[in-house]
């Protein structure tokens, strides 16, 4: 069964072809980094004209690449929430006109639960139910994956999400947007030990993650440091703010990886592609004897392969939208469907 799936949830305007939810026949992601890292972050307005403009081309490369015409598609995915609500619009709309033109089963799918589908690609023996970590730009939680739909929330922060975190601790040190993959490269020279940052417990809620404290306390750090005009050390900045991150992160999962009884952790999001939380999650799950998946890097950031292959989970239990169908902002993985 071919899915053809969409993503533009945020800044990448992204198309997949996928047989069987397994396998990838094309990943066409067109990403909007360059424009939007002179503002420091996403602007919703631009996102969405972007995703405007380059939604049908990148749609088309997606199917030449995969060597495959429209007519072959058996459904069409596509995110519908959550995200950035206009740029959500763009290919919900665009979606709903390809299967009203074409015929073709409309696949409403959720950015989340793509996410986790990650690992189906990268690990075609991976079945629920599992315990996966979710760590993204916007999202963090836990989730017990108990089938390819019913998801339920183990753990989620409490204010931010690791990623804002990790963008905001990238301007203090001076590195350019998105701050992951710039404050990674510079964490690995430095010492994890140079800085003191906080660790954070939640009160009855052990699963539960904030950021809110450690990305003050980075700000602090530099500007206390500025103040007495100090030089900081920036390497050593960034490895104590990511080993802190792993350090909130990794044990939570694993603990909760535990107490599940699946025996089983897979890590999905953008944030999942950071080196220190990655060895940090290995040596939790070595020490404890759970099996770990994490995806490689390409599939860690937004791509239309993870829509396309939750897609057609969705689609064989018979989940299907409509002409009506709209995008939402916000929506929970334990939520039931909007459509």
């Not at 991976?126 to 730009?137: A, D, H, I, Q, W």
């Not at 939680?141 to 998801?151: E, G, H, R």
């Not at 990886?257 to 060895?279: Q, Y």
Request: some cysteine; charged content about 20%; overall charge negative.
């Amino acid at each position: 069964m071919l899915i053809l799936g969409i993503e533009s949830s945020c800044d990448e305007t992204a198309a997949s072809v996928s047989r069987d939810g397994r396998e990838i026949l094309s990943n066409v992601v067109l990403s909007q980094i360059d424009m939007h890292a002179i503002y420091g972050g996403v602007v919703p307005e631009i996102a969405s004209r972007s995703h405007m403009e380059a939604i049908h081309g990148v749609v088309q490369q997606a199917l030449g690449d995969a060597g495959v015409r429209l007519s072959d598609i058996d459904g069409i995915a596509v995110t519908y929430a959550p995200g950035l609500i206009g740029a959500l619009l763009v290919g919900v709309n665009f979606a709903k006109g390809l299967a009203y033109a074409t015929g073709k089963p409309l696949i409403p799918v959720h950015h989340i639960k793509g996410h986790i589908a990650a690992n189906y690609i990268a690990f075609p023996e991976l079945k629920p139910p599992f315990t996966c970590l979710v760590v993204s730009g916007g999202h963090s939680l836990i989730a017990d994956v108990k089938t390819y739909q019913d998801m339920e929330i183990l753990g989620s922060t409490r204010d931010d999400a690791a990623g804002e975190a990790f963008d905001k601790a990238g301007r203090v040190l001076g590195l350019p947007y998105p701050g992951g993959a710039a404050i990674d490269r510079l964490a690995r020279e430095g010492n994890p030990k140079t800085y003191r940052l906080p660790k954070v417990k939640v009160d009855g809620a052990p699963w539960d993650f904030s950021f809110s404290g450690l990305k003050t306390a980075v700000v602090n750090t530099a500007h206390r440091a500025e103040q007495k005009g100090e030089a900081i050390d920036r390497a050593g900045l960034a490895a104590s703010f990511c080993h802190a991150v792993a350090e909130e992160l990794a044990p939570r999962a694993v603990d909760a990886a535990l107490k599940s009884g699946h025996g089983i952790l897979a890590a999905a999001g953008g944030v999942a592609a950071n080196s220190f939380l990655r060895e940090a999650l290995e040596r939790g799950c070595r020490k404890h004897g759970i099996r770990l998946y994490v995806p490689p890097i390409a599939l860690c950031g937004d791509n239309g392969a993870m829509i396309a292959c939750q897609g057609y989970y969705d689609m064989l239990s018979g989940l299907r939208a409509g002409t009506d169908l709209n995008a939402y902002p916000t929506l929970g993985i334990d939520e039931a469907p909007r459509i």
